[in-house]
T-cell receptor
Framework: GENVEQHPSTLSVQEGDSAVIKCTYS??????FPWYKQELGKRPQLIID?????GEKKDQRIAVTLNKTAKHFSLHITETQPEDSAVYFC?????????FGTGTSLTVIP | NAGVTQTPKFQVLKTGQSMTLQCAQD?????MSWYRQDPGMGLRLIHY???????DQGEVPNGYNVSRSTTEDFPLRLLSAAPSQTSVYFC??????????FGPGTRLTVL
C-alpha cells in the first residue's frame, strides 16, 4: 500500500505569518492529493486538492504544490488568521484507497 | 440534501457486545468508506465500497464487517467489541478519486 508521512505534527505561527505543512508519499502511482481541515470535535472538510498532472494550485490564501519526482506535496497558508487554527491532514489516493497523514495541529496566535 | 449522515453520535459498549454503526448518503456517490480516528494516528481506512454489492478491506479491517446493499447505505458492524476499538468513526462518500464528504462521526467507547 501507500505510506504518507506528514510534518510537522504541531505548528504555531503568529497571526499574519505563513504556515507550511509537508507530506511525502511512497507510491509513484498515487495521483490525487487532497488536504483536509478538521476543527475540534468536527468532521474533516476538504480545503484544497491537487492531481498528479498539476504542479501547483491556489485558492485565495491557500496553495498546494506537488513534486512528483520527489514524491512530496505541501500546503501553504498565507496571512494566517485565528480561524485557521485546526488540525490539517494530507492524503494520497492509490486506486480506490485514501491514505492519510497523521495530521498537523496548527495554532495561530493573535 | 443531507449529505452524509451517521448514527449514533455516541455509543458505549461492553467488551464482547456487537453493534452496527449506520451511514447513509444522498449524493448518489459510488464510493463509500469507513475510517477510525485515533489520537496521533490520523484517519485509518477500515473498509470501503466502490458500489452496491462490492466491498473491500482497508488498512485496519479486523473486527469489523461491512455490506453495501444499496448505493445510499453502508453500515459498519462490530462483531465482538474490544477496548482497542474505542475510537471516533467517520463514514465518507465521494465520486471516484475526488473530494470525500465525511459524516459527523460516531464516538465509540468500549469498556
Amino acid at each position: 500500500g501507500e505510506n504518507v508521512e506528514q510534518h510537522p505534527s504541531t505548528l504555531s505561527v503568529q497571526e499574519g505569518d505563513s504556515a507550511v505543512i509537508k507530506c511525502t508519499y511512497s507510491d509513484s502511482a498515487s495521483n490525487y492529493f487532497p488536504w483536509y481541515k478538521q476543527e475540534l470535535g468536527k468532521r474533516p472538510q476538504l480545503i484544497i486538492d491537487i492531481r498528479s498532472n498539476v504542479g501547483e494550485k491556489k485558492d485565495q490564501r491557500i496553495a498546494v504544490t506537488l513534486n512528483k519526482t520527489a514524491k512530496h506535496f505541501s500546503l501553504h497558508i498565507t496571512e494566517t488568521q485565528p480561524e485557521d487554527s485546526a488540525v490539517y491532514f494530507c492524503a494520497a489516493t492509490l486506486g480506490n484507497q485514501f491514505y492519510f497523514g497523521t495530521g498537523t495541529s496548527l495554532t495561530v496566535i493573535p | 440534501n443531507a449529505g452524509v449522515t451517521q448514527t449514533p453520535k455516541f455509543q458505549v459498549l461492553k467488551t464482547g457486545q456487537s453493534m452496527t454503526l449506520q451511514c447513509a448518503q444522498d449524493m448518489n456517490h459510488e464510493y463509500m468508506s469507513w475510517y477510525r480516528q485515533d489520537p496521533g494516528m490520523g484517519l485509518r481506512l477500515i473498509h470501503y465500497s466502490v458500489g452496491a454489492g462490492i466491498t473491500d478491506q482497508g488498512e485496519v479491517p479486523n473486527g469489523y464487517n461491512v455490506s453495501r446493499s444499496t448505493t445510499e447505505d453502508f453500515p459498519l458492524r462490530l462483531l465482538s467489541a474490544a477496548p482497542s476499538q474505542t475510537s471516533v468513526y467517520f463514514c465518507a462518500s465521494s465520486p471516484y478519486q475526488d473530494e470525500q464528504f465525511f459524516g459527523p462521526g460516531t464516538r465509540l467507547t468500549v469498556l
